[in-house]
């Protein structure tokens, strides 16, 4: 539970975020609030063959998500690399509380998600395109 917020992260949004990360059953997941505000549960997962534009989609125009997703990139010196990048999603738009809560609950969600590589706060599809991700991404390989 968040000290700050009150807000519980739910037993199933752990259990499918290590079948993400160790069986790769997804190809992303999206997580957000109930609507009384008291946890957080899953909102929804992408086939494992999921894309990246796939996942952008599924974030609201108008509401906070969290989301995790596996970024592929390359870089000369490393190769092929692959990092989990964890997303936090607040709109402009979205209300305040919503924006408040969700940024004061952020922690609690990364800590139940063990073998977050990387994490973006966005607030305009531009902050969470792909190439935004992978120079976050490259800065966690230094």
Not at 30 to 38: A, E, G
Request: one cysteine or more; hydrophobic letters at 35%.
């Amino acid at each position: 539970m968040s000290a700050q917020t009150g807000v519980k992260l739910a037993d199933d949004c752990i259990s499918h975020f290590n079948e993400f990360k160790l069986r790769k059953t997804y190809g992303f997941l999206t997580f957000k609030l109930t609507d009384d505000l008291s946890q957080v549960v899953i909102d929804k997962t992408g086939a494992p063959s999921a894309s990246y534009d796939e996942f952008l989609a599924t974030l609201p125009a108008n509401d906070c998500r969290y989301g995790v997703v596996n970024v592929n990139y390359s870089t000369p010196a490393e190769g092929d690399r692959s990092k989990i990048v964890f997303i936090l999603w607040v709109p402009e738009t979205s209300k305040i509380k919503h924006k408040m809560i969700y940024a004061g609950t952020k922690d609690t969600v990364k800590k139940g998600f063990n073998g977050i590589q990387a994490d973006v706060q966005g607030s305009d599809k531009s902050e969470v395109e792909i190439a935004a991700i992978i120079d976050k991404c490259k800065q966690f390989s230094k």
